[in-house]
């Protein structure tokens, strides 16, 4: 008799009900319309500043359409490994990637963690390598992934014989910081042992990043003297090399700082993906690519099984191009007093998304077939033509070594593992498909790959891929799959926030933004509206600064309208986060924390895109400081306070509060002197003052915090010059 498991599908593909969310969508919606035509029939009754509120309450109801759009059929998938392993297929190679770029802001123990837990994985040994981009050229990120490669080969047997659930050592030993009493005295002895002799790898790393060079630079260290960080040629290094193909063992680990020359672009994190798609191509050639940044570690050991039911599970491959795991992390505090866990976004408009084309490809965390990334179409008809020599080579570069393995995988040949003692000696060859010079005349960036044009190149990336008709699906199995830090502090956010912002909006401008791809390409419509919907993320900047001037008063005859909309709306994004467990107070944390996002960290991306459109300035990639912190105390007085540096994106914020600030005084003075005119005039504009006034308590709270928590006195005194100019031009006007 059959065993039904060896027929059984390896995963569900679930709808959600959410017919209530509809109903009051729609109701939000309708209230929207009703006040647009009491706009449009009171035009000509008006002035200017009529017009604006009818421009910005347009735009309103677009961005709401989008989301209606977006969220209306909200999908999740269930995946069963269990199923896969029972069938006992012989499981695909796949090739991890993580990605560095700075020491100072990206410590290498948070890559080590990264690199160490993916090791650890639930899946044979001699299928995965682990590939590690420096874009530092950092010999104390080399000198640390050396040392936890020996660490590994006691690591990942612990793991394994005991089935640890946390495999990246920092929290695994920071979960359990006292070995369990309920188990076997051998795991309590091993388990002493692993933790000191991780502490001294940490001391090590520590060490070493205290010392001008953290070793001697001889031996493998030599090609690591006399360079500089952004001048200096390819460095390829085999750290560890499973030569017997033990499946139980430790894979391959081969580090990488591409070659930087300072008048060559090397397109931020998007060229060292390309990179690591070549070397590994050169060396392993996995049909399957894993990609982490340096912060996410592996949080369920069995994520790569998961994804293979997914990949493996679909009937027709054009289902699921890649595989994205939502961003969770380990250090938010409690409500998240900084909002940027974004766990409402990916529980609705995220699986919304799955619903419709498939998810956005969000940068790490993400399983792609490596055949997709190298722009093969779904149902491609002409892939003999594409794979003749010429054609090859004008794609994919001048290697003849690396147009074979690109056409193995083109062509859907059986690759595998490199056998034993072959991996040394395809690294020499991996040298010319590293160089900076080596995609002129090829479509690297531009057709296949990782797409240049924008430093949000993962949204840009996922989007050309669907708009060649792929799908995309979500893995988002308990416990999550990926770990990470999220920014600290208020600086740290703004950057990031300004970053996807700036990213997002270059989208905009490129050949393949969501409307070419929809007309030209495969991007189904729906998908194209939730494309829209978050590169024009940046925009809104504008409409929120148009909103300040165009503010209701209480003596108009439908107010009530405005009144209902902000108290559906409010309670509706409330009840979201109460059904997900999530408490008023983070509701609230992040419903002023994606306000400052939008009046500063945005403004700010626009105006970088502006000027690169102007040809003022190129943007540029910022990286985000990350913090291994693991002991988070909520208790703290200070935990959760905003922080402040002299970054102009402060002087901004602070403005904008100064000049509330000012509107309050002079309508509680008017109010005194005046004691009203009895037609509600200036309590609406009294009232939206006050509500921005609350969304920037923070800043508030920095003009008379101290330190880190104190907005600087340079910052205070350009905003309080800015906020009175402000002033004066709207007496004038």
């Known amino acids: 008799m059959a065993n039904p498991a060896l027929s059984a599908p390896l995963y569900d593909r679930i709808s959600r ?6 109903a009051i969508e729609l109701i939000i919606l309708c209230l929207i319309f009703s006040l647009l035509l ?16 009818l421009l910005c309450e347009s735009w309103f109801t677009f961005t709401w359409g989008l989301i209606i759009s977006t969220k209306w059929n909200q999908v999740e998938y269930m995946t069963y490994p269990k199923r896969l392993l029972q069938r006992k297929l012989e499981l695909p190679p796949v090739d991890m990637f993580v990605t560095t770029a700075d020491p100072v802001l990206e410590p290498p123990i948070l890559t080590v963690n990264t690199v160490l837990s993916l090791l650890a994985v639930d899946y044979p040994a001699d299928k995965l390598a682990c590939y590690v981009s420096d874009d530092g050229a950092s010999p104390l990120t080399f000198y640390s992934l050396v040392e936890a490669s020996k660490f590994a ?4 047997p612990f793991c394994k014989k005991y089935n640890v659930q946390i495999r990246a050592p920092f929290r695994f030993f920071s979960v359990e910081s006292t070995s369990p009493q309920d188990v076997s005295l051998e795991f309590q002895q091993e388990w002493k042992k692993m933790k000191g002799e991780y502490e001294k790898l940490s001391q090590k790393i520590e060490d070493a990043s205290r010392r001008s060079q953290p070793c001697e630079l001889t031996g493998d260290f030599a090609d690591f003297s006399n360079i500089q960080r952004n001048n200096h040629p390819t460095i390829i290094k085999v750290i560890w090399e499973n030569k017997e193909g033990v499946s139980n063992g430790v894979p391959h680990v081969i580090y990488i700082s591409r070659e930087k020359r300072p008048k060559q672009p090397h397109h931020f994190k998007a060229g060292a993906m390309n990179i690591l798609t070549r070397v590994s191509g050169m060396i392993t050639n996995a049909p399957f690519m894993l990609n982490l940044d340096c912060d996410m570690y592996v949080n369920n050991p069995q994520i790569v099984v998961h994804a293979m039911c997914l990949l493996l599970g679909v009937t027709n491959e054009r289902d699921c191009a890649f595989v994205q795991s939502p961003q969770y992390f380990y250090d938010g505090l409690k409500d998240d ?12 408009m995220g699986h919304g998304i799955v619903g419709i084309q498939g998810p956005f490809y969000g940068g790490t965390g993400c399983f792609h077939r490596r055949k ?17 020599n010429e054609a090859l080579l004008k794609t994919f570069g001048r290697s003849m070594e690396f147009t074979k393995s690109a056409a193995k995988i083109l062509s859907g040949m059986k690759t595998s593992s490199i056998g034993p ?15 900076c010079d080596y995609e002129y005349g090829s479509s690297w960036g531009r057709e296949v790959g990782w797409m240049y044009g924008s430093t949000t190149e993962d949204v840009l990336t996922g989007l050309t891929i669907h708009g060649r008709g792929w799908k995309s699906t979500f893995c988002s199995p308990n416990p999550p799959a990926f770990l990470g830090c999220a920014p600290p502090g208020g600086p740290a956010t703004m950057i990031q926030q300004k970053r996807w912002a700036t990213g997002l909006l270059e989208i905009l401008f490129t050949p393949k933004n969501p409307f070419i791809l929809t007309l030209n390409g495969k991007l189904q419509f729906r998908q194209c509206l939730a494309y829209t919907w978050i590169i024009l993320w940046g925009l809104r900047s504008i409409l929120s600064f148009v909103t300040l001037l165009c503010r209701p008063t209480v003596g108009e005859p439908v107010i009530f309208i405005p009144i209902a909309l902000f108290a559906i709306y409010n309670l509706y994004t409330l009840s979201e986060y109460l059904r997900i467990g999530l408490s008023t107070r983070a509701w609230w944390n992040n419903q002023r924390i994606w306000r400052l996002n939008t009046m500063i960290a945005w403004s700010f991306g626009v105006l970088s895109v502006l000027l690169k459109l102007l040809g003022l300035s190129d943007t540029v990639f910022e990286v985000t400081q990350k913090d291994q912190s693991t002991n988070v105390d909520d208790n703290n007085a200070n935990a959760g306070r905003f922080t402040f540096d ?5 002087v901004l914020g602070t403005t904008i509060l100064l000049v509330n600030l000012t509107a309050l005084a002079i309508g509680l003075l008017r109010f005194r002197l005046v004691g009203g005119d009895g037609n509600g005039s200036g309590i609406g504009e009294f009232i939206c003052s006050m509500w921005v006034v609350l969304c920037f308590w923070a800043f508030l709270r920095g003009l008379f915090g101290k330190g ?7 910052t205070i005194y350009k905003s309080g010059a800015l906020a009175l100019l402000f002033v004066q031009l709207c007496k004038w006007v």
């Open 372 to 388: 997709v990334i190298y722009g093969l179409p779904p149902d491609d008809n002409e892939i003999t033509r594409k794979l003749s």
């Open 153 to 156: 080969k006691i690591w990942v």
């Open 646 to 650: 002299d970054s102009p994106s402060f």
């Open 38 to 53: 009491y706009r449009l029939l009171s035009l000509k009754d008006h002035g200017f500043t009529w017009v604006l509120a």
């Open 337 to 348: 007093p900084f909002g940027n866990q974004m766990v409402v976004l990916y529980e609705y």
């Open 708 to 714: 880190k928590y104190g907005i600087p006195s340079s």
């Open 421 to 435: 003692n072959n991996i040394s000696s395809c690294t020499e060859t991996a040298y010319q498909v590293a160089g």
């Open 17 to 22: 009900r959410n017919n209530i969310p509809r």
